[in-house]
């Protein structure tokens, strides 16, 4: 699912490399004639401007050149700024302005409180993201990428083994009906790095916190046929068509004057899947995911698709953006996934859409924010993004369940916070943590 947040665009930053040579002295070509040797000469004299006597019968003494030692290499010390220093990326790969690792994140251990969320989700989005690694991972590069958390030693491969220990924990502990030990912070501490995640914006560096803000999906009247008042269409790509040409053709506005439509000029190249008013229509290209309730009584989700290659527009209002997303029906909360087929499937409560560029896919975030005094812990995954997260590395955006009513909506996450503390775990190596029998859960005698 893809997300479109207005956030204050950054500039790109010009990188700049700079080249060291280092110059050769070659030694000067010994003499052929013989020549006394009064005085010798030093063998870095130039021969050409010495007056040499030539003597036929006079043996003359071998000189040994002596060897000139290579110049020595410069010892290289990198300063403070380039320790750490992350490259950050935008949509287009392009670089857009450096970070400061050490200033994002650091070492930390949670707080010794009950980490809350729905267990049964949880497993459903984290299966479906560790099966997305698994059969995409060679044919998709923004898999492949460590991104920030690479400058902390974290490799791809941690993040494959943290979604595994935490799929097959969480599925023994629903078997064997007892505790979820991913909720116990004792437990976490012992098998997971704890990363602290500082909030980084260039324009408003003062904020640490992660802005946590919300999405939802929503529910809105449609139509199967175009009406007066549902006239703005959601369509899907053909398989017999030529769907590279068709998909990167036209713009939103292109979309919105009926082109695929009996009157328009690309009638039949596309299948209509429903029709709503413009509102109904943002907001599926907002969220990615709707639920249509037609007008004949029955309802169904769609899921954005493949969108037509023209990036999100920070600044720019939702109706001027010019891309367009084409949709597919789908019986469940999709998200990130190269198509509709392999994405992610999605569960309110556990989800995080953030930057998996820089940030990255599979990442597991625990927020902690206080109650009363108390620290509350939450835990979720990131398994999607949008265009208003790349880049971003002070955001996260929660799926909080599907509605019928932005009133309803509004309501509901009055009771969220804004801005959080944030934690990314990723599961300890066998030498740096206690061996765990994970089917008792106790410290192994081994």
């Not at 003494?61 to 020595?72: F, K, R």
């Not at 009406?227 to 979309?255: H, W």
Request: glycine share 6%; net charge positive.
């Amino acid at each position: 699912m893809k997300y479109f947040r207005l956030i204050i665009g950054i500039g790109s930053i010009a990188l700049t490399a700079c080249n060291r040579t280092i110059a050769t002295t070659s030694l000067p070509t010994a003499p052929t004639a013989v020549i006394t040797p009064v005085p010798v000469m030093s063998p870095s004299l130039d021969v050409s401007t010495t007056t040499a006597t030539i003597l036929p019968t006079v043996a003359i003494p071998t000189i040994a050149i002596p060897t000139v030692a290579p110049l020595p290499q410069p010892i290289v010390t990198p300063s403070p700024a380039q320790i750490g220093d992350y490259l950050v990326i935008d949509e287009l790969k392009r670089p857009q302005f450096m970070a400061q690792s050490r200033d994002i994140l650091k070492a930390a251990s949670l707080p010794d409180t009950k980490v809350n969320f729905n267990a049964t989700d949880l497993l459903v989005v984290l299966k479906s993201t560790r099966k997305y690694f698994r059969d995409r991972l060679d044919r998709d590069p923004d898999l492949q990428r460590e991104g920030i958390l690479g400058t902390q030693g974290v490799k791809v491969s941690d993040i494959l083994k943290t979604l595994d220990f935490m799929v097959l924990t969480i599925q023994q502990d629903i078997t064997a009906k007892r505790a979820i030990r991913l909720q116990d912070p004792q437990f976490l501490n012992t098998h997971f790095r704890a990363i602290q995640w500082t909030a980084f914006n260039p324009t408003a560096t003062e904020e640490k916190r992660i802005r946590m803000t919300k999405y939802a999906v929503f529910t809105h009247p449609g139509s199967r046929t175009p009406t007066t008042e549902f006239n703005a269409g959601l369509y899907a790509l053909k398989p017999d068509s030529d769907i590279e040409a068709i998909r990167l053709k036209y713009t939103k506005q292109d979309v919105l004057t009926n082109i695929y439509e009996p009157e328009g000029k690309e009638f039949g190249n596309v299948e209509p899947l429903a029709y709503l008013d413009r509102e109904g229509l943002e907001s599926a290209l907002m969220q990615g995911t709707i639920l249509v309730k037609f007008t004949d009584g029955k309802s169904a989700f769609f899921n954005v698709d493949r969108h037509n290659n023209i990036p999100y527009v920070k600044g720019l209002t939702p109706t001027e953006q010019k891309r367009y997303w084409y949709f597919k029906p789908v019986t469940a909360i999709k998200g990130f996934g190269q198509t509709i087929e392999t994405k992610i499937s999605l569960k309110p409560g556990v989800t995080f859409a953030g930057d998996v560029l820089n940030i990255g896919l599979g990442r597991i975030v625990v927020t902690e924010n206080a109650i009363a005094g108390k620290p509350q812990l939450r835990m979720g995954i990131i398994a999607d993004t949008g265009g208003a997260f790349l880049p971003n590395l002070h955001q996260l955006d929660f799926l909080t369940g599907v509605f019928d009513t932005k009133e309803d909506f509004n309501a509901h996450i009055r009771k969220l916070p804004e801005y959080t503390k944030a934690y990314i775990l990723v599961k300890r190596s066998p030498r740096s943590s206690t061996a765990t029998n994970l089917s008792s859960g106790r410290p192994s005698q081994n």
